[in-house]
């Protein structure tokens, strides 16, 4: 029962994020919205396992909580950059000595 | 009470609120006009089928789902539109009419037919009394690996499995043919890194991507007791590589794993998959018949005591034959990806060359 | 012992989907990227570690705890990080807050007068 109530609350936290990636303002606001999203779907995940009784779906909300993050970065040098090759950091080396 | 008996009204408001979202976000991609929006979503969309998809208690179809659908394709799809332009050109009403009509027609009959079909879980439906209960029934005493989806998926339908990946290593060849195998001049030059000091990102890199590595390691060879297998754990070990590549540029991620290595262990993977058939082959039995993958005089040798309680038949044929497929499934898998990754950021890293020139 | 714990997991479940509840409230309400970043990131990751703990509790001491103690690990790890990505990112490509008002000095500014002289 608390845990259904549990449910309930994230789902609507997940619809308001949506509702953020569809309007927002600008496309940093979509890739917060859905990094948001994700972090809110691997708790519903872990949930819903628990409901269940199937606490193997926990794997999933592993995976999904490291691919969340992948794509977040991605999506944030896609937009900011507009490359994908070249590197975000400079290698320890390279950088003027305060990396 | 704490946990549901797994009663019917939670999945029926889960599958509703569920399906709801799905469709708003459908409409959304729909509607918007910037491509980069487009691709955020059909990232959420992927997600909310996943979450679906476990609520329908089908964990490897989710996992699947949630790796690739969230994961690898929005990455891709990202390498693709920075080669095109960000946004679609607005299209006259008139033109949809006949377009609509059509959707509507066949979405009509398939909604008719789906009307047809038999109840989810229903255990009298041809699908589930007919081949599914053989199966359900036989692994135990064929095969013995706990996880049924990868009994059937590597061992009774391996033929099946040989042609997907096959199918990927082919996609994998085909991308790299069109979009090459990497930038195209040589990274010997420095490359100009992007100005910003992500120093906290740097360090959080490099403590997950090792995670990320070990974690597909952990689904690959879970596979046969839980949600898992070859190809979640190829794609994962994929999405660690591109991390490293995002985050530290191309050239850092060539250099680790040049090119040429990706194409071998490709085709690696599905050589050792169907090496397994030849072998079984040679040893006397049918194309991937694991049965006969270790001749009885090998599979005389091998102690009691390495796995199982010893209360059943080991299957030992069928349990190494099911980790080399698998092996060869995440080679493949995992170099295809990567492949299509350089493919598509080294156009990228061309280009910026071109207009650094400029 | 098992049944209170229990229901102090379930208790520590709906307080952590609160907190990610008002998260999403403040991430519609609020005015610009950046106070939408902090609201988001704070509460997922309270949030999430008020979830993971109550279902830990739930769950008792097996192999499930393990495994929501490394999903715990993972989402602090990534969510701040992502979170201060999403903001330098933002603020490099131009993004001007539009709450507060403070003097942002570029790096190669240098102050024409000494502290404490100028207006705040």
């Not at chain 2, 100009?192 to 060879?221: C, E, M, W």
């Not at chain 2, 009885?296 to 038949?313: F, K, N, R, T, Y």
């Not at chain 3, 704070?42 to 739930?58: F, H, N, P, W, Y």
Request: net charge neutral.
């Amino acid at each position: 029962m608390l845990l259904l109530a549990g449910t309930v609350g994230l789902l609507v936290a997940m619809a308001m994020m949506i509702a953020r990636a569809i309007m927002g303002a600008s496309h940093y606001d979509r890739i917060l919205a859905v990094n948001s999203f994700g972090t809110k779907a691997v708790l519903l995940l872990a949930v819903i396992g628990f409901m269940f009784g199937r606490p193997a779906f926990l794997d999933i909300a592993i995976v999904y909580a490291l691919i969340n993050f992948i794509t977040t970065i991605a999506l944030m040098k896609f937009f900011r950059y507009r490359a994908l090759g070249l590197p975000l950091c400079a290698s320890p080396g390279e950088e003027g000595g305060d990396g | 009470m704490i946990t549901l008996p797994a009663s019917i009204n939670a999945s029926l408001v889960l599958d509703i609120v569920l399906l709801v979202m799905l469709l708003v976000v459908a409409g959304a991609i729909v509607r918007t006009r910037s491509l980069l929006a487009a691709i955020i979503l059909f990232g959420v969309y992927s997600m909310i089928s996943a979450i679906w998809l476990v609520v329908m208690d089908a964990p490897d179809v989710a996992f699947t789902e949630a790796v690739v659908g969230a994961g690898i394709s929005t990455i891709v799809l990202l390498g693709a539109i920075l080669l095109t332009r960000g946004e679609t050109e607005k299209s006259d009403w008139r033109k949809l009419i006949a377009p609509a009509l059509i959707c509507a027609a066949v979405g009509g009959v398939l909604i008719y037919a789906a009307m047809g079909l038999p109840d989810l879980g229903d255990a009298s439906s041809p699908a589930n009394a007919h081949v599914g209960r053989a199966y359900l029934e036989g692994t135990a005493k064929d095969i013995g690996v706990p996880n049924m989806v990868t009994a059937v998926l590597a061992s009774y339908r391996g033929l099946d499995t040989l042609g997907e990946t096959a199918v990927i290593f082919a996609a994998g060849i085909g991308v790299a043919l069109m979009l090459g195998f990497g930038p195209r001049s040589s990274l010997a030059s420095p490359p100009s890194n992007l100005g910003d000091r992500h120093v906290t990102l740097r360090v959080a890199a490099k403590l997950l991507i090792p995670l990320i590595a070990l974690f597909a390691l952990y689904v690959q060879f879970h596979g046969d007791l839980g949600a898992g297998g070859g190809f979640q754990a190829g794609v994962i070990m994929a999405a660690a590589i591109t991390l490293h590549a995002l985050v530290f540029g191309l050239r850092e991620t060539m250099a680790a794993i040049p090119s040429r290595v990706a194409r071998s262990v490709a085709s690696l993977g599905v050589l050792i998959y169907a090496g397994v058939g030849v072998v079984c082959m040679i040893n006397g039995g049918g194309f991937l018949d694991y049965d006969y993958l270790f001749p009885p005089a090998v599979e005389a040798q091998i102690p009691g005591w390495i796995l199982g309680d010893g209360s059943h038949a080991p299957h030992w044929g069928q349990h190494a034959g099911i980790l080399l497929i698998e092996i060869g499934v995440l080679l493949t898998v995992t170099a295809t990806m990567v492949t299509v990754f350089y493919g598509f950021a080294g156009r990228t890293v061309d280009d910026a060359r071109r207009e650094a020139k400029r | 012992m098992a049944d209170i714990l229990a229901w102090a997991g379930g208790g520590f479940v709906i307080i952590g989907a609160a907190l990610s509840l008002l998260g999403a409230i403040g991430v519609l309400k609020f005015p610009d990227v950046y106070t939408r970043i902090h609201a988001a990131s704070i509460t997922d990751t309270a949030g999430a570690s008020m979830v993971l703990l109550g279902l830990c509790l739930i769950a008792g001491l097996s192999l499930t705890t393990l495994k929501l103690v490394f999903i715990w690990m993972f989402v602090m790890l990534t969510t701040p990080v992502s979170a201060n990505a999403l903001a330098n990112a933002a603020f490099g490509s131009g993004h001007k807050p539009r709450i507060g008002a403070f003097q942002i000095m570029r790096t190669d500014e240098r102050r024409k007068t000494p502290r404490g002289v100028d207006a705040p």
